[in-house]
């Protein structure tokens, strides 16, 4: 899919594990199954709550917009009917800007893996592994994070 910079299944391992900071706001530990990335990822619980065990779907990408092309930067609900949108067959959306990537420095030759983290509005993630699936990501790129549960 054209805009696309990641998309796996992931299993939610751990909820609030630090224990919960806000009301509204739930940090969940995941792991991914095709390709084994970690995932910290705060959600908005009162607008989509999550249990331990939830399996979803995530991906990551830089337009809404079906085709791939880039969105327009103006809100048009009247384009969106026209169009489609990717948001349309997901049930979480949000809209963020990666603010760092950092490699990991325990080791001494060039790092395999990284981390890339990304504000969704305050909401924070982490999603960190083999570099090869983070190859897409830069500082001060605009995506969107699509997400859907998954029955079991």
Not at 28 to 39: G, T
Not at 72 to 77: A, L, R, V, Y
Not at 131 to 148: P, S, W
Request: hydrophobic share 40%; charged share 30%.
């Amino acid at each position: 899919m054209a805009g696309v910079l990641f998309e796996d299944i992931f299993n939610v391992k751990d909820i609030d594990p630090e224990g919960k900071k806000f009301d509204r706001v739930t940090r969940l530990h995941c792991e991914s199954e095709s390709f084994k990335m970690d995932l910290i990822l705060d959600i908005n619980s009162w607008l989509y709550p999550m249990e331990l065990g939830d399996k979803f779907r995530l991906v990551l990408a830089t337009t809404l917009r079906e085709d791939g092309y880039p969105d327009s930067g103006d809100w048009n609900p009247a384009g969106l009917e026209s169009e489609g949108s990717r948001a349309d067959s997901f049930e979480y959306v949000m809209s963020g800007k990666v603010y760092r990537i950092e490699g990991d420095e325990s080791t001494v030759e060039p790092s395999s893996r990284l981390a890339a983290y990304v504000s969704f509005g305050g909401l924070l993630m982490r999603l960190q592994g083999d570099a090869n699936n983070l190859h897409g990501f830069e500082v001060d790129q605009h995506m969107y994070l699509l997400m859907k549960k998954l029955a079991f």
